[in-house]
């Protein structure tokens, strides 16, 4: 199956939602008529009827896979949903589920992002004071995708379970994304911040049911998307290949913690701007951000104050906690041969960071091996 990321078109490419909506609309309008852009802060209720949305057909994708797979072999269903991804478009009711609805919360706005507090041109614009109208309907229209979502992975399972009761029992269930929305957030707006909108995702798991594995628990350890793939390795019975990074997350389920990680760190050389590219590092319960083309930093008591309103870096009482993690971040750059970390100590770099992480040819390497062997 081709697919791809919220029904765009490319010349040379036409993707398999693209056929299926052609072949099944009924009047004179496109799939891209709702005027919105992909990263666009703005919002409105699809045109579409509900089960031309991108949304409804990648559901019906996978329940076609559950109807037409062989019973007899184990199977992998990656199911990949381009929503709530702008544009924050849902089907109507979805939308009227949150527009105007009183208890949307408002965006966090914090005391350092004074800076961001105007207007800026463009409906794309990542850093852009919008008016009260225009956050609520973003939300509205995230909330509604969101939901929309949910409902179309219920109506999955449902199908899965009235064709194969026994065969979902001994299903794997993940559920996660690759990023968040900061929706206004300290006036940001998309991806690629190292904020919580952004950087923290839902990862849910639903184990078979013969798995003798705690239920119901909340796992309060740093888990990243690179822990998917040995975790689902691990649950096949698949030795993990030594070249894996992550980890598998079912020892962690069973309450084995030794030698898990005790942070995560990530970055983003430009951040949309020069001034922006940052790293940055966490336990879940504080974070320290570092922006290394200036030397700015930011530093979090999650705990205290999840929104990130308040900035602690400037705090005297605050100096050891924050150098510790200047430590952690400066080691990390300089194991891996990144010149901003040097001596133990980080150093910013004004006339440009790393485009490419120093082990970029590394894993580009491994990802053109892997495909050659596929290709055979």
């Known amino acids: 199956m081709v697919l791809d990321e919220s029904g765009r078109r490319d010349p040379g490419f036409y993707s398999d939602y693209h056929r299926y909506f052609d072949r099944n609309k009924e009047g004179a309008y496109g799939y891209r008529d709702h005027s919105i852009d992909w990263n666009s802060w703005m919002a409105r209720p699809s045109h579409l009827p509900e089960h031309l949305h991108p949304t409804y057909w990648t559901a019906s994708e996978g329940i076609d896979f559950i109807e037409r797979r062989d019973p007899t072999k184990p199977f992998f269903l990656w199911l990949s949903f381009a929503r709530p991804h702008s544009p924050y478009d849902p089907p109507q009711t979805y939308w009227d589920m949150y527009n105007d609805h009183p208890d949307i919360p408002e965006p966090y706005i914090g005391q350092w992002a004074a800076e961001f507090d105007r207007p800026v041109a463009g ?225 910013a770099q004004p006339d440009g960071a790393l485009a490419l992480s120093p082990n970029y040819n590394r894993w580009k390497a491994r990802a053109e091996d892997v495909e050659r062997a596929w290709r055979g």
């Not at 990023?179 to 990862?203: L, Q, V």
């Not at 205290?304 to 906690?321: F, I, K, V």
């Open 123 to 347: 409906t794309n614009a990542p850093r852009t004071r919008r008016s009260a109208r225009e956050t609520r309907r973003g939300r509205a229209g995230y909330y509604g995708n969101i939901t929309f979502i949910d409902h179309q992975i219920g109506r999955l399972l449902y199908e899965f379970n009235r064709l194969d009761p026994q065969a979902l029992r001994d299903t794997l269930v993940v559920f996660t994304s690759d990023h968040g929305d900061m929706m206004g957030d300290h006036h940001h707006w998309r991806k690629t911040y190292a904020y919580e909108g952004s950087a923290r995702i839902p990862f849910i798991v639903r184990y078979p049911t013969s798995w003798d594995m705690p239920r119901g628990q909340t796992v309060e350890a740093p888990v990243e998307l690179r822990d998917i793939m040995p975790t689902m390795l691990d649950a096949a019975g698949v030795d993990i290949p030594d070249s894996v990074d992550g980890q598998s997350l079912l020892p962690l389920a069973r309450g084995q913690r030794d030698n898990w990680r005790t942070f995560v760190q990530g970055e983003h050389t430009s951040c949309y701007t020069h001034e922006h590219g940052m790293q940055y590092v966490t336990d879940g319960k504080e974070k320290y951000i570092w922006f290394h083309h200036t030397g700015e930093e930011q530093f979090f008591d999650l705990v205290s104050d999840p929104g990130e309103c308040h900035n602690l870096a400037a705090s005297s009482d605050q100096q050891t906690r924050i150098d510790r993690w200047r430590q952690r971040l400066a080691q990390i750059n300089e194991e891996r041969g990144d010149p901003r970390g040097q001596n133990g100590a980080l150093v």
